[in-house]
């Protein structure tokens, strides 16, 4: 950049560029060593950069929490709200739910019905020119059923697109009792096994798949298994080889599925919407009547068009032979319409796509960093509101992208580590706050050299203490301490010395007071004048504090060493004492006998201590 203008200088204006090259460098060369030097030095020492530290290390924190995966369930629940806010995806038209409802119980008979009943709505479907014919329930042998093979004329004896299920079921351990002793069959407890129909109906069929459906530990499901083992062996989810011989493709096994899984290998279920909303519902009683009018040339119920080239899931949503499932969209989806939801993200190719551990990571840690600068940058209310726009603008982006793409990123844990950064940033600036606020309260009331109270916040102390003093019935002494001498250190070492001597008294008189005491016992000193020292002690007498406190600070002064270029300055002190009388109620009086007591003790030689004329004597 300074080249740049240094060249259009030159070529624009040659008059200017020639008068002003050397000043042009010089600002320039400033301007660099006050960003590169300066500004980097203020930023490395200011408490901005603590608070940048503390609150990289909290993202830092969060990440590790959200590797964990103990919040998953944080982001399930904005997931679901997501489901619930989002309109309703339309189902893949070739997908048709025929329901044994209790209208079908009613009309049929009771569950479970023979083998011949669905071998007959197999019939129709394939007359009807069905497209695939997909159960959702394993075939039970019935007494009719049981008797040997099935027999020649058997639909299960051809190879149609029949797709069955089979279940993971649990099996306890079973117990009876002989003699009160318990017997168990099965010790090793709970168990899993594969429950298969007949074997020559799923050696004709056209794929079979596992039915398994498991919710999560809040009871909602909002996954499926692609692949499930257990016994050595392992079946597809049931809804997959359907999906994938609609679309003409082949179905890859579990290690080269090449599908958009979580991090544990589940395939989330995108929610299209409502069950009865969703899908083409067919009653299985009214399927069977349509097909014997339509035998007749009778109007049939379900015309034949509805069936043609279509995937029919046959399925139980009889409340009484069904178990429901609980998920993000609706309290109760029967299993059927859980497949058929999965068979259309798959045919549509509307997948849930989970955004990786690394994305999110990197989301996280993107979000915190903005954050830690807007909360480093900005205080209380301005904070408050940059957070809250942040926190918005996540969310809606991760709505948005929800919606439109279906790509399901972290939004929980970002609001989450926003909060955490405003909390800590709150309580950072309060305590920064606290400290500043503490440090001017400091100048103001305090001696720049010395470090005692000035005289001016000194004497609201001193009204305070007398007027609180006088309604507690207790007493209250003063001390005026003057340096002997101090001008002519001053003119002997020179003004470096003189203040040497008022730090190291002031010091030394700090340390004679009464310690250890109750914060309403504390004596207090300041710096009176130039080289004067004025202390008030609580509740004392005024022999104790002639005699003893005046006297120990006057001794102690003058055996402290006061050092300057190798020399040793002696240093002694006069010191005055008065005590308040019962009547006064202002410190003034006070104030001027102490004053003259230490006039007296100047006068009588200095390096003494004089107390206040009592009864015409003096001390």
Known sequence: MQYALTLYLSQSHPRIFLGNTVKFR??????????????????????????????????????????????????????????????????????A???????????????????????????????????AVVFDFGFPETAEDRGGPLPAES??????????????????????????????????????????????????????????????????????????????????YLALPVAFDYLKEELPGPMSLSLPLDAQGNLRIHWLGKWLATFEHYSYADLVRSAQAFERGAAPVISPENIKGKICLIGITAPDLSTPQATPVESAYPAAGVHATVISNLINHQLLIPASLEANTFFLGVIGFIASLLFVMSHNVRSFIFGLMLGGAWTLASFVLFWKKGIWIYTAQPL???????????????????????????LATRDGLTGLYVIRHFREILNHLVSEAQRRKRTLCLILIDLDHFKRINDTHGHPAGDIVLKHSAGIIRACLRTGRGIHEADFVARYGGEEFIVVLRNSSLKEAAFKIAERIRKAVEKGVFEWENKIIPVTVSLGVSSLHAAENFPDPMVRRADEALYRAKKTGRNRVCVETVAGSSA
């Not at 009613?106 to 019905?113: D, K, S």
């Not at 089979?166 to 351990?173: I, S």
């Open 416 to 442: 989450a580590l926003i909060l955490s950064l405003f909390i800590f940033s709150a309580i950072y600036s309060l305590l920064l706050s606290g400290r500043e606020q503490s440090r001017l309260f400091d």
């Open 155 to 236: 639909i299960f004896q051809k190879k149609d697109n029949v797709y069955l299920p089979v279940e993971l079921e649990t099996k306890t351990g079973k117990k009876f009792y002989v003699h009160d002793l318990p017997i168990v069959l099965e010790p090793d407890g709970e168990k899993k096994a594969w429950v298969h129909s007949n074997p020559d109906l799923e050696k004709n069929a056209r794929a079979v798949g596992h039915a398994h459906l498991d919710s999560d530990s809040d009871g909602l499901l909002r996954k499926v298994k692609p692949y499930l083992s257990e016994k050595g062996e392992t079946y597809p």
């Open 26 to 95: 010089f600002m320039a060369q400033k301007l660099e060593d006050f960003f590169s030097r300066t500004q980097r030095r203020r930023f490395l020492t200011s408490p901005n950069l603590n608070h940048l530290v503390v609150c990289i290390v909290i993202i830092g924190l969060h990440i590790l929490g959200m590797v964990s995966g103990r919040f998953e369930r944080m982001e399930n629940i904005f997931l679901d709200y997501f489901f619930s806010k989002r309109p309703a995806l339309h189902a893949h038209p070739d997908l």
């Open 97 to 131: 739910v025929i329901e044994i409802d209790e209208e079908s119980l009613r009309t049929i008979g009771p569950w479970p019905w023979p083998r011949h009943y669905h071998e007959q709505m197999i019939r129709i479907l394939k007359t009807w020119q069905a497209r």
